[in-house]
């Protein structure tokens, strides 16, 4: 049986983003912010699901490495912990099925076992339509960086061989960065930190309910990318601004979106 999600609403998503549904999208958020208008230099780009197609992988890696330490932890349920730390998802685990904290030598012996079943898998392919999207804001002057509950060094070390030139390192967040990770805001507020921005100068993307409500909590202008097998409820309740059904589909409406934005005013 799946798991209890706690979206289950039909999707509310438009199936094809019109100028005045991006202008209203900005609106909405200009007026909730309190902020004239979006001035975009940089764009904040998760990682698993929305860089890569790794979070098949990653769920059956987490689901294999919780049952060999006896907990239980289904592949379905790994999705909504896409983008919080190895460590808070074991954690969280632990204390679902033990009624404990998980300790320091459990969390390190299960994440490593994780990440060495990971491992076995062949690499995760680029998601389709993100290379397009980014090289697109990169021409349109944006800056783009990586802001990911990650710690998959095989991952890592793919972005430039997949994403030559396009993300600049010195600005990357990962897991090794963060203390508390998504769905905290630290993460993307660190990420805004490191480009020396303020948050109506960035936009997030994202395909994860935690990930989505970290960039809202940041007060990013958040768009999610329904990459997975969730329903596009989660992500629209967990704050997206804005939400598209792939990749593919943003990278389509870029143009529409970043012109949108130039032109948006407060209301």
């Not at 030139?165 to 967040?173: E, I, K, Q, R, T």
Request: hydrophobic share 40%; glycine share 8%.
């Amino acid at each position: 049986n799946p798991p209890h999600f706690p979206y289950l609403c039909p999707s509310i998503m438009e199936a094809q983003h019109t100028p005045q549904s991006l202008d209203r999208a900005i609106q909405s958020y200009l007026r909730a912010r309190g902020y004239d208008r979006l001035r975009l230099h940089n764009a904040l780009f998760d990682m698993d699901g929305v860089l890569f197609d790794s979070m098949p992988y990653h769920a059956r890696s987490w689901n294999r490495a919780m049952r060999e330490f006896g907990l239980d932890l289904p592949e379905a349920e790994a999705f909504l912990h896409e983008g919080r730390t190895g460590a808070g998802t074991i954690d969280i685990v632990m204390q679902r099925e033990r009624g404990r904290r998980a300790t320091e030598a459990e969390i390190k012996a299960i994440y490593a076992r994780k990440s060495e079943i990971f491992n076995t898998f062949p690499p995760a392919g680029p998601m389709p339509g993100a290379r397009e999207l980014a090289e697109q804001m990169r021409r349109d002057g944006l800056r783009v960086q990586i802001v990911t509950g990650s710690g998959q060094k095989s991952l890592l070390g793919r972005i430039e061989r997949s994403y030559p030139g396009v993300f600049d390192p010195s600005l990357m967040v990962t897991a090794f960065d963060v203390r508390y990770g998504k769905p905290d805001p630290e993460p993307y507020l660190m990420g805004l930190q490191k480009a020396g921005i303020g948050a109506d100068e960035a936009i997030v993307v994202e395909n994860a309910p935690l990930g989505v409500q970290a960039g809202h909590a940041a007060g990013i202008f958040t768009v999610a990318v329904n990459t997975g097998p969730l329903p596009d409820e989660a992500l629209l309740r967990s704050g997206a601004d804005l939400l598209f059904p792939s990749m593919q589909a943003f990278a389509r409406s870029w143009p529409l979106f970043f012109q949108a934005a130039a032109r948006t005013r407060r209301e």
